[in-house]
C-alpha cells in the first residue's frame, strides 16, 4: 500500500493541482462579474437566461473549489465586486456588445473552460479531485450544446467555410 492510496482526500495536494484549482476559481470569479456586465446588455430573453445559468453555475463552481482550497490551507484569490443591474436603452448603442456578440464569447469560453477542466482532469493525482473537474467537464459540454442550439435557432452562428463532401 502506497503513502496516496487511501481516502484521497487525505491526500495532500500537489503544486499543479494547488495552482489548477485556485486558477479555476480566479477564472471564474472574472467569468461570474463579466457575465454580470454581459447580463446588461443583452436583450434576447433567451441569452438573459442563459447567461443567468451560466452566473449561477459559476458561483456554485467557485464556493466548491474554494471550500476544497480552505480545507487544504490554500490562500484564495481576491473576489471582485459583484456587478450593478444596468438599463439596456442607458447603454449607448456603440457603446453595447449585440447578442451574437455575447453569445460567441461565452461559446469560447465553454470550449476554454472545457480544456481548462480536461487538463485538471489529466494532471491530478487524487481522485476526487479529477471527479470532481469531470464533473464540471460533462456540465460545461451540456451547457455549451445548450449555447450552440440557441445560436444556430437565432442565426448567430457563424460557420467556417463549409466543404461540401466529394461526390467520387
Known amino acids: 500500500m502506497g503513502i496516496l492510496s487511501g481516502n484521497p482526500q487525505d491526500e495532500p495536494m500537489h503544486y ?3 495552482y489548477g484549482t485556485w486558477l479555476a476559481v480566479i477564472t471564474g470569479k472574472a467569468m461570474v ?21 451560466a452566473i449561477d453555475k459559476g458561483k456554485q463552481d467557485i464556493t466548491t473549489i474554494e471550500n476544497l ?14 456587478r450593478p443591474e444596468a438599463d439596456l436603452e442607458a447603454i449607448p448603442t456603440g457603446a ?29 493525482i487524487r481522485e476526487d479531485l479529477a471527479a470532481l473537474f469531470g464533473t464540471m467537464h460533462t456540465q460545461k459540454a451540456a451547457f455549451g450544446a445548450k449555447l450552440l442550439r440557441l445560436n444556430k435557432e437565432k442565426g448567430w452562428l457563424v460557420p467556417p467555410p463549409l466543404h461540401p463532401a466529394s461526390t467520387d
Open 16 to 18: 499543479g493541482e494547488v
Open 33 to 53: 462579474v463579466a457575465y454580470q456586465t454581459l447580463l446588461n446588455h443583452a436583450g434576447d430573453k433567451d441569452l438573459k437566461n442563459l447567461i443567468q445559468e
Open 69 to 82: 482550497l480552505k480545507e487544504n490551507g490554500v490562500g484564495l484569490p481576491p473576489t471582485p465586486p459583484e
Open 96 to 124: 453595447r456588445f449585440m447578442d451574437n456578440e455575447i453569445a460567441a464569447k461565452m461559446s469560447a469560453d465553454v470550449a476554454a473552460g472545457l480544456i481548462a477542466d480536461s487538463q485538471m482532469i489529466g494532471q491530478c
